[in-house]
């Protein structure tokens, strides 16, 4: 997080801390004039709060920097935490934006245009977590991240703070610090209702979404772009980042949120920058290291999940400088192109090799779990012609680039 990034969020934090501190007794669903409940006002004051870490120099907006779409503003493959600072995660850090509408996690969720179920679901790469109040909560006793050691350490910490103590029981009851069980869920909560009620995570205010509300029209390229996007023949990108519907929270249909919830394996090369995450040096995805339900151990059935990890949102992804869970790649253009090349150039992604599964994120016997089968994929042989052509590449990248929020309509269109 940038140093002006850090000066905004403590001026934010104490500017809320005021107003907390001045709500009358029972307050606890009023509406402050910038919209927010007193629940999510205290979770605005969590979230920037540094002072909940081991640390006491990380906060969750270090990760997920509000000044680029609250994922990581720097380029490192993953971020370090733990209670020097010194310990490497695990996986690339993804955007909090647009999570509102996560289904829950289902080995076999259905898909709204009845297409096959699957899993899909949760938050997190691996979906384990179950709400996003789950998901804010963890990383607070998580080793790699803001690393207390158990839920009292951070009772503790949030004790030591009297306006803390004051706010905390104003909102949720004189017992609230009963049980260091009750103080976390208190804080998932407020966080949670700080993502959900506060609109820069979920704005809708890219180029994209202006277009979609017939305020701008796309260039000729960004439009040739969109049309390659949503082919089913050529990128087929729509088939997992659907702009359309999708399952949603609660049993409704998510519309516009570029992903369909859903996990696959599409064959990401290896990082050799990061640290074995776990199996053999490999990620498992939804069997492990970090999920431990869907484990081969608990059921050999549970191999098929192997290497399976969520479709993430393209929205803000070109903002982004580290794609996919580990971080392997560094360039949006270097994304398309692994689509398109994956087989037919293996080499480049998995270095020299003959095997007729190069896919290196997996363990040799686990890399039939790879898709082969989907657009690109499927028509893509080794030492063929990538299904797309460079300036088709271009025009692509360049549609992607309309999904970043704070777009600014020109005063005047271009003819």
Request: aromatic share 10%; with cysteine.
């Amino acid at each position: 997080m940038g140093a002006a990034s850090r000066s905004a969020g403590r001026i934010a934090g104490w500017c809320v801390l005021a107003a907390l501190l001045t709500l009358p007794w029972g307050a606890g669903t009023a509406r402050a004039a910038d919209g927010l409940s007193p629940a999510a006002r205290l979770g605005r004051l969590l979230f920037f709060d540094p002072g909940l870490s081991a640390s006491g120099r990380q906060s969750c907006a270090s990760c997920h920097d509000p000044a680029n779409h609250y994922a990581p503003a720097n380029a490192r493959p993953v971020q370090m935490g733990g209670a020097a600072l010194d310990r490497a995660g695990i996986r690339a850090v993804p955007t909090l934006t647009y999570r509102d509408e996560n289904p829950d996690f289902s080995v076999s969720l259905e898909n709204p245009d009845e297409s096959a179920s699957g899993p899909g679901g949760g938050y997190d790469w691996d979906g384990r977590m179950a709400s996003v109040a789950a998901q804010s909560a963890s990383p607070l006793t998580t080793p790699f991240e803001m690393a207390n050691p158990d839920l009292a350490a951070v009772r503790v910490r949030v004790q030591r703070n009297p306006d803390y103590v004051q706010i905390f029981t104003r909102l949720f009851g004189a017992d609230i610090f009963a049980t260091p069980d009750r103080l976390v869920q208190a804080m998932g909560t407020a966080l949670a209702a700080f993502q959900h009620e506060d609109t820069s995570f979920h704005p809708y205010s890219s180029k994209y979404d202006f277009y979609t509300r017939g305020q701008v029209t796309l260039s000729a390229q960004e439009q040739r772009g969109m049309a390659l996007f949503n082919d089913a023949d050529r990128a087929n990108c729509a088939s997992c980042h659907t702009a359309g519907q999708g399952p949603g929270r609660d049993g409704a249909t998510s519309v516009g949120q570029f992903t369909d919830f859903f996990f696959k394996d599409i064959g990401i090369p290896a990082n050799p920058d990061i640290a074995p995450a776990g199996h053999g040096g490999y990620d498992m995805g939804l069997c492990g290291p970090l999920r431990t339900d869907l484990t081969p151990a608990r059921d050999p059935a549970n191999r098929a999940y192997c290497g399976l990890f969520m479709t993430p949102t393209l929205r803000n992804v070109a903002s982004r400088h580290v794609f996919f869970h580990n971080g392997s790649l560094k360039s949006l253009r270097d994304v398309v192109e692994f689509y398109i090349t994956r087989d037919t150039d293996p080499s480049r992604w998995y270095g020299r090799q003959d095997a007729a599964l190069p896919y290196d994120g997996l363990p040799p016997d686990l890399r039939g779990n790879v898709d082969r089968a989907d657009m690109p994929f499927a028509a893509q042989t080794r030492g063929g012609r990538p299904i797309l052509s460079e300036r088709e590449v271009d025009d692509l990248v360049a549609f992607l680039k309309t999904l970043t929020d704070g777009y600014r309509i020109p005063s005047v269109q271009p003819k």
